[in-house]
């Protein structure tokens, strides 16, 4: 009961410094206990940070990515998850080539819809789903599972899994996301182990 409890407080400590409310020392705090409970070593870790930073800098460098579309890069093996919107085919394509031409970019997930950007409500909504996914999580009584190991995306309702985990642990993450109010889809890029 105790390290639900505590698993718990992680999560909620990282939803609020996901969401900007919380002082810089906790969001250090937090990411120390991530990387303590990650499966992925430290440097894929880093790696993975690199990649969405580079990911992001290629894209800048084309103003239409800016003037037409807002475009999320999320990666965690150095696997690659493209979500948010383009304004048409050609960007959501130039995205996904952009990034899969980083190196150690193992492969690139593309889940860009085609249209107009989320609004400040709708991203506010998938924040909220986002922290609701990952305090739901900790209730999960699989021997040892952590909810730490499962990253939540979320995108105009639609929940993104990522995570090295086991069958068993995807299979329980899967339920519980689906059955949150407001969530359209559940869309897995888990690397079982």
Known sequence: MQKKVVTALYLFIISLTLQGCAAAIVGGAAATAGIVHDRRTAGVIVEDQSI??????????????????????????MVVLLTGQAGDETLRDKAEQLVSGIERVRRVVNEVEIGSTSSFGENGRDAALTSEVKLKLAGIDIPDFDPLRVKVVT???????????????????TKVARHISGVRRVVRVFEYI
């Open 52 to 77: 969405e930073l580079k990911g992001y800098d290629l894209m800048a460098k084309y103003p239409r990515f800016k003037e037409q579309s807002s475009i999320h890069v999320t990666s965690y093996n």
């Open 155 to 173: 995108e105009r309702g639609v929940v993104f899994l990522l995570g090295l985990i086991t069958k068993a642990e995807g299979d329980a993450v």
